[in-house]
C-alpha cells in the first residue's frame, strides 16, 4: 500500500511539474526579480515598453526578455534588445548581481554617454554577451577579457565613441579562447591585430577599427572561419596566403573595403570554394583576376571596384550565380557580348561597371535577366543604340549609361519602378519617353547633353518625388510646363541651352526646395517670374543668354543663399540703383553683362556682398558652390575670366566674380569696390565709366582678371596696383589714361593689348618710352627671376586645372539609395549595401541640409 502511495506522490509532483502545477509556483527566485525590479526602475518606462510585462505578481522566468534555469530557477538569459531603454545604470546597478547571466543581450538600446562597467567581468558564466548600438562610450574595460567562457561578443558602435586602452584588444583575444563571433565594428581599437585568435572563431568582423600593422595571415587559415569583414582599415596591410587557406572549405564570406592589400589577387582564391561573397572594394589591387577565380562557382556577390585591375570583361559570365556584379572605377575592358552567351545570368540584380574602358554595342539579344534592377555602364566608350531588352527590364530601378556614345532612341520603359534615370552625354535622339513622366518613384532624372527633341510635357510635373530634372544641352523646344514651380521636392532644374521660348509664367510656390535653377541658353522672353521669390533655398539662377527683357530683379535680394546670379545676353535695361539695403550677402558670382543696363555702378549693392568681403581657403579643403556632385548631377558652369569664357565643372566657392561689362553704366568707379577683397574677377569694360582708377583696388590681393577696357577712364594707372601679385590679366585698353605704366611684378607680364587706344600713357611695354632713368632698372632685373615668376604663374594655372578635373566618381555604389534610406521605406537589397558608405552619405546630408 505505502509502495502504490509513493508511486502516486511520485506521479504527481511530476505531473505537476509538468504541467499543472508550474503557475502555482514561483520558479523565479526572489532576490533576482528583485534585482531585474531595480534595473527596471533606472528606465523611464512608457506604455510600449517590452518591461511592462515586469510585474511583482507575475513570475520573473516569464517576464518578457527573461530566461531562467529551470531546475535552479536562476536567471541565466536577459535579452533586452531593443527594448527602447533610455538612461544610464551603474556599476552598482542590480544587474550585476545576476551572476548567473550566460546570455546577456543590451543592444539597441540608448545608454548615451556610458561607461561600460568593468563589473560586467564578474558576470563570469557568460557565453554571449551583446552591447551593440547602445551608444556606449569610452575605453572597454580590460575585465570584458575575464569573460573567457564567451562564445559571442558584440560591441560594435554606430559611431567612433568606444576605444580600447593599447594592448587590452591583444589580452581580450588571448583570454576568450572559445569565441565563435567577435564583432567589434567602428570601435576605436587603434593597434595591430595579435597573433591570437580563437581556433574557433566562425565570425570576425573589425571593420572601421583603426587598425595597422600588417594582418597576421593565420587570420586566413583558420579553420572554421566562415565571415571576415575588415573594411574600411586602410593602414591594416593584407598579404593573402599564396599556397591553400585553411579557412578555404568554410570560407563563405569576405570583405576587406578600403584595407591597404596591393599587388595582384593571388592565385589562392581559387580554394575558397564556399565563397558566396567577396568584396575587395579599393584595395589598390592590379593587374589581371587569376584563372583560378574562376572555380569560384557559389559566388553571388562580387565587388571588385575601385582598383586597378585591367583584363577582358568577359570571363566575368562564369559566375553563373551572379547576384551582384561591382567592378567600376578599374581598366576593364572589352565588350559586352558575353551578356547574351546561352547561359544567362538569371540570378543577377545589379550590374555595376561604370569607368572602365568597355567597347561596342550593348548586345541586343539578352534574354532571362529578369531580376535585374541596377544597369550602371556609366563612362565607359559604349557606342550603338540601347537595346530593347534594357527598356523592357520588369523590375529596372537604376539605369545609368551616361558619357558614352549612345544613339538612337530612348524607348519606353516597362518598369513601374523606376528611381534613377540617367543617359546623359550620349548623342541620343527623339522625344522624351512618356513612360518616363508615369514614374512614382522617380528621384533622378538626367538627360543632359543629347540631341533630345520635342517638348517637355507638363505630365512631367506628376513625378512628385523628383530631386534632379536635368534635360540641359539639347534640342528641346516649346515652352517651359508652369506646373514645374509646384514640384515640391524638386532641388535641380535645369532645362539649359534647349530651344525654349515664351515666357517663364512657372509659379514658384511656397515651401520648394529648388537649389539651383538653370534657363540659361534658350529663346525665354518676357520678366524674371517674382514667383522666384518662393524659392527660399535657392543657391544659382542662371537666366542667361535668352531674351529676358526686365529691370534688374533686385528683389532677388531677398534669397538668403543666392551664390549665383547670372542675367549675361538678355535685354535687361534700367538703373540698378534703389534706396533700399540690398542684402546679396552670399553672393559669390553676378554676372549682368551683355545687357541694357544703365545709371551709376551700384554701390549699394557692392556695400552688401559680404562674402566677397572675405579671402578665405588657402589652406583647408575646398568647397564648392550648391556641390550637387552627390545628387548625380555636376553643376557646371560657365564663367567668363582673364577674357575667356570657362566651363568649370564645380564652382570653387572661392571664385568670386563680378562681371558687369558691355552695359551702359556711367559715372566714376566706386572705391568701394575695394572692400571685396576676395574678388578674382572684376569685370566692368564695355561701358561709359568715367573718372580715376581708384587707387585702393590694390587691396585686391587676389584678383587674377580686372578688365576696365572701352571706358571713359582718365588719369594714370596707380602706382599702387603693382602690388596685385596675382593678377595674370589686365585690360586697361581704350580709355584715356595717361602717364607712366607701373613697373614690377605682375606688370612686367602683360603685353601691348593691355594698354592699346590709350594715347597718353607710356613705359613698357609700350614703346613710346617713360623717360627719365625709371626705365634702366628693369634692364638690369636678373632674368632668372623673371623666369621664376612665369614658372610660378604657370603652375599655379596647371594646379587650378587640376583641381577642376580631379572631379572623379569614386563612389560606385549608387548614391541614390539616401533617398530611399531617409524615407522609410528600406528595400530589401537595401540592408545589402555598404552601411558604412551609407553612414557617410547621410551625414554629408544632414550637414548639407542643416547648412541650410
Ligand atoms: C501588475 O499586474 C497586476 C495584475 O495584472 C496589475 O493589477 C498591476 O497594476 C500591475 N502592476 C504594475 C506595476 O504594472
Ligand atoms: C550608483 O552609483 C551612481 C553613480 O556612481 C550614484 O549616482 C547612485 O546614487 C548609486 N546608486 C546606489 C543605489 O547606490
Ligand atoms: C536576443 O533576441 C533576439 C531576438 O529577439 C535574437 O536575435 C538575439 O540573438 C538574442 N540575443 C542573444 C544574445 O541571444
Ligand atoms: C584570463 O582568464 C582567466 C580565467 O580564465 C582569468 O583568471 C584572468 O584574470 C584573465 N586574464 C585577464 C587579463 O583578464
Ligand atoms: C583612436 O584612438 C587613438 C588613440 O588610441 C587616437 O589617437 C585616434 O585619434 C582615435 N581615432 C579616432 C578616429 O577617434
Ligand atoms: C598566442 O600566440 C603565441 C605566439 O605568438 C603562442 O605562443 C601562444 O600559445 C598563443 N596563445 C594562445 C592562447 O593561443
Ligand atoms: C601599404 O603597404 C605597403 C607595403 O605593401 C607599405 O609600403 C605602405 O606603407 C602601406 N601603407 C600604409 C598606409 O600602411
Ligand atoms: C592548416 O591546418 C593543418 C591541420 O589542421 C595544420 O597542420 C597546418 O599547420 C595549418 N596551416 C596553417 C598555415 O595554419
Ligand atoms: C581551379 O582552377 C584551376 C584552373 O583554372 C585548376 O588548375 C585548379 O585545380 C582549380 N582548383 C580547384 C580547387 O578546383
Ligand atoms: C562602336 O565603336 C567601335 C570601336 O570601338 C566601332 O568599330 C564601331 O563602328 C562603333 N559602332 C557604332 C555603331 O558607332
Ligand atoms: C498626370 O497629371 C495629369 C494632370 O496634370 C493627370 O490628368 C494625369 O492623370 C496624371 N497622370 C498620372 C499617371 O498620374
Ligand atoms: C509664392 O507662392 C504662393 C503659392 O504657394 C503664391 O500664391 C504666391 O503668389 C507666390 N509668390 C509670388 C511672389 O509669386
Redesign the pocket.
Known sequence: MGYVKLVFLMLFSFLCQLAFCSSLSHLCLKDQALALLQFKQMFPIDAYSKLLSWNKSIDCCSWNGVHCNEATGQVIELNLTRCGLRGKFHSNSSLFKLSNLKRLDLSENDFSGLLISPKF?EL?SLTHLDLSYSSFTGLIP????????LHLLRIKSSSDSLRFRPHNFE??L???TQLRELNLDSVNISSTIPLNFSSYLTTLHLADTQLYGMLPESVFHLSNLEFLDLRHNPKLTVRFPTTKWNSSASFMELYLYSVNATGRIPESFGHLTSLRTLELYSCSLSESIPKSLWNLTNIEDLNLGDNHLEGPISDFFRFGKLRWLSLGNNNFDGQLEFLSFNRSWTQLEFLDFPSNSLTGPIPSNVSGMQNLQWVRLSTNHLNGTIPSWIFSLPSLTDLDLSDNHFSGKILEFKSQTLFSVSVKQNQLEGPIPKSLLNQSELYYLLLSHNNLSGQIASTICNLTKLLVLDLGSNNLEGTIPLCLGEMSRLLILDLSNNSLSGTINTNFSIGNRFIVIKLDGNKLEGKVPQSLINCTDLEVVDLGNNELSDTFPKWLRALPYLKILRLRSNKFFGPIKDSSTYKFAQIRIIDLSSNGFTGDLPVNLFENFEAMKIISEKSGTRKYVADMSFFYYTNSFIVTTKGLDLELPRVLTTNIIIDLSRNRFEGNIPSIIADLVGLRTLNLSHNRLEGHIPASLHQLYVLESLDLSSNKIIGEIPQQLASLKSLEVLNLSHNHLVGCIPKGKQFDTFENSSYQGNDGLRGLPLSKDCGGDEGVPQATTPSGLDQEEEEEGDSSIISWQAVLMGYGCGLVIGLSIIYIMLSTQYPAWFSRMDVQLEHKIVTRMKRYKKRN
Open positions: 567581468g563570469s580590460a575585465e570584458i577579457s575575464r569573460l573567457s567562457k589580452l581580450l588571448k583570454n576568450l
